[in-house]
């Protein structure tokens, strides 16, 4: 995968090739400032103990680097209580990182870390300034891009990259509306293998997956511990919590090596492995 003689930076056509660059934010200030999702709800008075945060932080970057896989980290600012969640503030598509439009208040900003650093290293982007739009909610497979239509990304976001999009078919998702993101209840995990929340989705669009995919059906319990947002690392292994012991299991048998990081302190925030993840190369085979 060589350009003009250079390696590119940036690279990304799915959820599951080889991962070989990922942005990171530790969660040095991460509070539930402002309750923004059901997750986040549930562990309001009890709150996130920071100390166990950043350590099972530290060794979700230790397993990652022990797979050959470089992690940048993005420096941490007291103002951005969610920072730890970098999928959200872009995505990588082709050659290309597109910075998002972040859709809170308690958010907004955070995208300006991450464009910063991108200048810094001299890798170009294309800023969604437009319309509202978050990585959570794009879930990339090949040539299909799949959308979803969430409090945090709005149908006009989708018509806008349909239109900049022309040779990928990108396919909106509606979902219920209390589920945060797309990746908190469908995750394409190989070509063949995706995870859902069935739940939370029209049997239009279950049936549609389903036509397209072997499914893995996430339990009501391990949706609420974010059962499908693993992070597909490349050759079939799957970064996981080792809370979710059905979704495991169901990975196990369809061949996949399932690596458990226990990183349950940041799910409290409403988020898992792979909202932790800004995937920037991927090599594709």
């Known amino acids: 995968m060589e350009e003009s003689g250079a390696i590119s930076k940036t690279y990304c056509m799915s959820e599951y090739d080889l991962l070989k660059r990922v942005i990171l934010c530790q969660p040095q200030y991460m509070t539930i400032r ?11 008075n009890e709150g996130i103990h920071i100390e166990r945060a950043l350590a099972q932080h530290a060794e979700l970057v230790k397993t990652l680097e022990a797979n050959d896989i470089e992690v940048i980290l993005l420096p941490y600012h007291k103002k951005y209580p969610e920072q730890v969640f970098t999928r959200d503030i872009g995505f990588t598509l082709g050659q290309t990182i597109f910075v998002a439009k972040m859709a809170t208040d308690v958010r907004a900003g955070e995208e300006d870390v991450l464009k910063q650093w991108l200048e810094d290293e001299q890798i170009s982007y294309y800023n969604l300034v437009e319309e509202r739009i978050e990585g959570g909610d794009v879930v990339i497979d090949r040539e299909t891009i799949y ?11 989708v018509e806008h990259l349909q239109r900049l ?3 990928f078919q990108v396919i909106p998702i509606a979902f219920k509306e ?12 190989s070509p063949e293998v995706a995870l859902v929340y069935p739940n939370a989705l029209t049997k239009k ?3 549609f997956f389903a036509s397209r995919y072997n499914l893995i059906e996430v339990s009501e319990e391990e949706q609420f511990q974010l059962g499908t947002n693993v992070l597909s ?14 979704v495991n299991a169901q990975l196990r048998n369809h061949g996949f090596h399932v690596i458990e990081v226990d990183i349950t302190e940041i799910i409290k925030s409403g988020g898992s492995f792979r909202c932790c993840t800004l995937p920037i190369l991927r090599e594709s085979h």
């Open 34 to 44: 402002e309750v923004i999702n059901e997750t986040q709800e549930h562990f309001k």
């Open 147 to 157: 959308v979803g239509l969430s409090n945090r990304t709005e149908k006009k976001a």
């Open 165 to 167: 999009l022309s040779r």
């Open 178 to 189: 209390k589920y945060l993101h797309l990746d908190c209840i469908f995750n394409v995990v």
């Open 205 to 207: 669009d279950i049936d």
């Open 233 to 246: 690392i490349g050759n079939n292994r799957i970064l996981s919590l080792p809370v979710n012991q059905k």
